[in-house]
C-alpha cells in the first residue's frame, strides 16, 4: 500500500518512522538489525534506508589508467528486500541522482517494482568527499527530474518507447527543508523548487532534522501558502552528546536553540548530557503529537539507542504489529 493511504487511514494517531544507514563496505549488518529488532516494539509505520554516491576515480592499475567506482556501503535496495522479508516491515529505499544515469535509475527502478517495493524517497543526494554535485552524462541535476522520471514510469513511459508497457506503482517522496536546503539562495526560492517536486508527481516531503518545532510549523505554513497540499512528515534527531552540539549543524547546515545549547554546556557529566538530550527530544515529539502530525520520522543513525529511550517516554511500548502495507 501507499504510504500516504496508510497515513490517511491511521486513525488519528501518530505513526513512527525510522531511518537506518547501510554499513560500510566489509562490516557486518547486524547491529543494524539488532537496532530494527529493538525498534519494532513501537511498530514503526516503514523503514527508510540511504543511499551513498559512489566514489568515482582513475587510478593507475598495471600500468594502465582505469576507472575505478567505489561503491563504499552496502547497497539499498538488498537491505530494504531484507528487511521486508525478515521483519515484514515496509521498507523505503532512498533512490539517488549523484553518481547514476537515468539508465541505470530506470533499470533500478523496473527491479524495485518486480519486487514490489512500492515506496521510494527521491533525492539529489550528496557526492562523497563534500565535491560540488555535477550529474553524470545522461543524468539528472535536480530531484524533481528523478521525481519525474518515476511519475513517467507510473504511466508507463521508459526511456524508450516500450509496446503496451508496464506501468509502475510507486509512492514518491522528497526531501524538504525548514531552514532551506544550504545551497539555496534564500527560503522562498527552494520552497518553489519543493512545489516543482510535488508538481512533478511527489506524494509526500519528508524533513530535515529540526530542534525548534516553530520552525516546521512555520515551513508547513509556507508550503501550504503556496499551494503545497502533500503531507510533510517531521524529521527529528536526538542530541546526545556536547560534540553534536557543532557536528550536527556544521554537517547537515540546521541550527539548535540557543538556551538548548547553554542548558547543555552547563552539564557535567556525560549521562546528565545524554539525558537532556533525550528529555529535548520528547518534548518535541509530544509537541508535534499534540498538533496532530500524521507521522514523526526518527533519524537513528543506525543506532536504537536513544531513539528506545524517547518512544517509551513518548509512546510507552506499543504492541510488536508488523506491518507489510
Ligand atoms: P533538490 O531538490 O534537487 O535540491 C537541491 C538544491 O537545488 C536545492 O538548493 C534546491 O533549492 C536547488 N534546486 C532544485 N531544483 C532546482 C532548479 N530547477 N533550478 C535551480 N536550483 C534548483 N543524501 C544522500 O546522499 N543520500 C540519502 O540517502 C539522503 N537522504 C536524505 C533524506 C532526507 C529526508 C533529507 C532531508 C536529505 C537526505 N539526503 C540524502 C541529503 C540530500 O541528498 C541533500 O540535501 C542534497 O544536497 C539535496 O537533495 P534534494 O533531493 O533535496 O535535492
Given at each position: 500500500m501507499h504510504l500516504?493511504?496508510?497515513l490517511k487511514h491511521r486513525g488519528g494517531k501518530t505513526l513512527i518512522s525510522i531511518e537506518i544507514v547501510p554499513p560500510q563496505k566489509g562490516k557486518s549488518i547486524d547491529q543494524i538489525f539488532r537496532a530494527v529488532e529493538d525498534l519494532i516494539q513501537f511498530d514503526p509505520a516503514?523503514?527508510?534506508?540511504?543511499?551513498?554516491?559512489?566514489?568515482?576515480?582513475?587510478?593507475?592499475?598495471?600500468g594502465k589508467k582505469v576507472l575505478r567506482v567505489k561503491r563504499k556501503r552496502l547497497d539499498t535496495n538488498a537491505i530494504c528486500l531484507e528487511l521486508a522479508?525478515?521483519?515484514g516491515i515496509e521498507p523505503i529505499p532512498h533512490i539517488i541522482c549523484a553518481g547514476f544515469?537515468?539508465?541505470?535509475?530506470?533499470?533500478?527502478?523496473?527491479?524495485?517494482?518486480?519486487?514490489?517495493?512500492?515506496?521510494l524517497l527521491a533525492l539529489r543526494g550528496d557526492p562523497p568527499n563534500n565535491q560540488k554535485y555535477k550529474p553524470r552524462s545522461h543524468g539528472h541535476g535536480y530531484a524533481s527530474d528523478?521525481?519525474?522520471?518515476?511519475?513517467?514510469?507510473?504511466?508507463g513511459i521508459y526511456l524508450d518507447p516500450i509496446d503496451n508497457p508496464l506501468k509502475t506503482n510507486f509512492c514518491i517522496g522528497v526531501a524538504g527543508y525548514p531552514?532551506?536546503?544550504?545551497?539555496?539562495?534564500?527560503?522562498?526560492?527552494?520552497?518553489?523548487?519543493?512545489?516543482?517536486?510535488?508538481?512533478?508527481?511527489a506524494d509526500y516531503i519528508l524533513t530535515q532534522m529540526f530542534f525548534d518545532n516553530s520552525i516546521y510549523y512555520r515551513f508547513l505554513e509556507k508550503a501550504k501558502r503556496i499551494g503545497i497540499t502533500a503531507p510533510i512528515i517531521p524529521g527529528v534527531k536526538p542530541i546526545y552528546s556536547l560534540k553534536q552540539l557543532t557536528s550536527v549543524p556544521n554537517t547537515f547546515r540546521v541550527s539548535i536553540p540557543e538556551e538548548f545549547k547553554e542548558e547543555m554546556l552547563r552539564y557535567e557529566t556525560r549521562e546528565d548530557v545524554r539525558k537532556l538530550g533525550i528529555e529535548h527530544t520528547v518534548r518535541q515529539c509530544e509537541d508535534l503529537i499534540r498538533n496532530g502530525v500524521p507521522c514523526i520520522h526518527f533519524y537513528t543513525m543506525s543506532r536504537a539507542d536513544p531513539t528506545t529511550?524517547?518512544?517509551?517516554?513518548?509512546?510507552?511500548?506499543?504492541?510488536?504489529?508488523?506491518?507489510r502495507f
Open positions: 500516504t493511504e496508510y516503514f523503514v527508510s534506508v540511504t543511499s551513498h554516491a559512489h566514489e568515482r576515480v582513475i587510478q593507475r592499475v598495471d522479508a525478515r521483519y544515469t537515468r539508465d541505470e535509475t530506470e533499470d533500478a527502478l523496473y527491479t524495485l517494482n518486480f519486487h514490489e517495493i512500492d515506496n528523478l521525481v519525474q522520471q518515476i511519475a513517467d514510469l507510473n504511466k531552514e532551506k536546503h544550504p545551497e539555496a539562495s534564500d527560503f522562498k526560492t527552494d520552497l518553489r523548487h519543493l512545489k516543482k517536486k510535488v508538481d512533478e508527481g529511550e524517547i518512544l517509551k517516554q513518548t509512546f510507552g511500548a506499543r504492541a510488536g504489529r508488523r506491518i
